[in-house]
C-alpha cells in the first residue's frame, strides 16, 4: 500500500511517497500564489517517478503553512505533529526538534516515549525564518541563499544587527551597505540575530539532546554553526532536512492506514 506526506509550505511544497514504512520517493517544486496546484504537482511527479497513479494511494495526509487548501488531500495534520514524526524517523534518538520553515519557527519537545510533551510556535512574525533569509538575499544582492550561507561562513566578524523585525533589518542593511560595511559581516551579523532570537525560544522551552534541526534553513551551514554556539549543544541535521515534515505527514499516514487495517480484521 501506498501513502503520500505533503508539506504545502510557504515558499516551497514538498512530496514525500511512502510504501510499508519505507521512503520510495520524494519531489520539491515551488509553492507560487496557487498552492493546491504546486501539491498536485508535487504528488503527481512524485507518483509518475514511480510508474503510479492517485488511485495507488492509500492515504494523502497533509501539513505545512498551506495544509488545508489541498482538498484532494484525506487528512490535514498540524506542523508539530508533522515533524516530530519525522524527525523521530529520520533520527530515532531525538528528543528535541528546532524547526525552521519558510514562515514559521517551531521548537518541540519529546518525551521518553517519542510523543510530543511541550512546544513553542512563532508563526505570527517571520524574523528568523526561510522568508527573512529571501528578504536579505535581495536587499545584499546576493543570487541564491547558498551564496548568501558561504559569505556569512567567510566573515570574519559579524556586524552587530540591532533590530529583528525583517522590515527594520532590511533598512538597516540598506543602510550598513551604503556605510560600506561587508556583505560577509552583514550576513554573518543577520545569522547570529537569527540564531540568537531561535536560541532563546528553544532554551525557553528546555533542550534535551539529540537535538535535530530541521526545516529548509538548516540547509544552511552558517545558522546550524551560529545556533550550535548559542545553544552550546550539537545539532543533528538530517541528509534533507526540508523533507522531514513531508516525510512525517506519509509517516502518519501510512501509521493511521495500518491501525485501521487491523481494526478490520479484528471486527470481521
Known amino acids: 500500500m501506498y501513502y503520500a506526506g505533503l508539506d504545502i509550505g510557504a515558499i516551497h511544497t514538498k512530496a514525500a511517497l511512502m510504501k510499508n514504512h519505507t521512503v520510495i520517493g520524494v519531489k520539491v517544486v515551488p509553492t507560487g500564489v496557487f498552492p493546491q496546484k504546486a501539491a498536485k504537482r508535487a504528488l503527481t511527479a512524485t507518483l509518475e517517478k ?5 488511485n495507488a494511494l492509500r492515504g494523502i495526509y497533509t501539513t505545512g503553512y498551506n495544509r488545508r487548501v489541498a482538498t484532494f488531500g484525506t487528512k490535514a495534520i498540524t506542523e508539530i505533529a508533522a515533524f516530530a514524526r519525522g524527525a523521530l524517523f529520520l533520527v530515532p534518538d531525538a528528543r528535541s526538534v528546532i524547526d525552521i ?38 536587499a545584499l544582492d546576493a543570487a541564491n541563499l547558498g551564496e548568501l550561507d558561504q559569505l556569512a561562513l567567510d566573515a570574519s566578524a559579524p556586524e552587530k544587527i540591532n533590530c529583528t523585525c525583517t522590515v527594520f533589518a532590511e533598512s538597516e542593511v540598506v543602510s550598513l551597505v551604503a ?14 540575530s537569527m540564531a540568537s532570537k531561535v536560541a532563546r525560544m528553544a532554551l525557553s ?10 526545516g529548509g534553513v538548516a540547509r544552511n551551514r552558517s545558522v546550524q554553526a551560529a545556533l550550535e554556539e548559542e545553544l552550546a549543544i550539537p545539532l ?33
Open 179 to 192: 556605510r560600506g560595511k561587508t556583505k560577509e559581516s552583514i550576513i554573518s551579523g543577520l545569522v547570529q
Open 101 to 138: 520553515g519558510g514562515q514559521g519557527i517551531r521548537i518541540i519537545a519529546l518525551d521518553e516515549f517519542g510523543h510530543v510533551s511541550d512546544f513553542k510556535t512563532n508563526d505570527k512574525c517571520s524574523a528568523g525564518t526561510g522568508c527573512f533569509l529571501d528578504v536579505m538575499k535581495t
Open 50 to 54: 514511480q510508474g503510479l497513479k492517485f
Open 236 to 268: 543533528t541535521v538530517p541528509k534533507n532536512p526540508h523533507l522531514v515534515g513531508a516525510i512525517g505527514a506519509a509517516l502518519d499516514a501510512y501509521e493511521d492506514g495500518r491501525n485501521q487495517r487491523k481494526i478490520k480484521r479484528k471486527f470481521k
Open 205 to 214: 522551552l528546555g533542550m534535551k539532546e539529540e537535538v535535530v534541526l530541521a
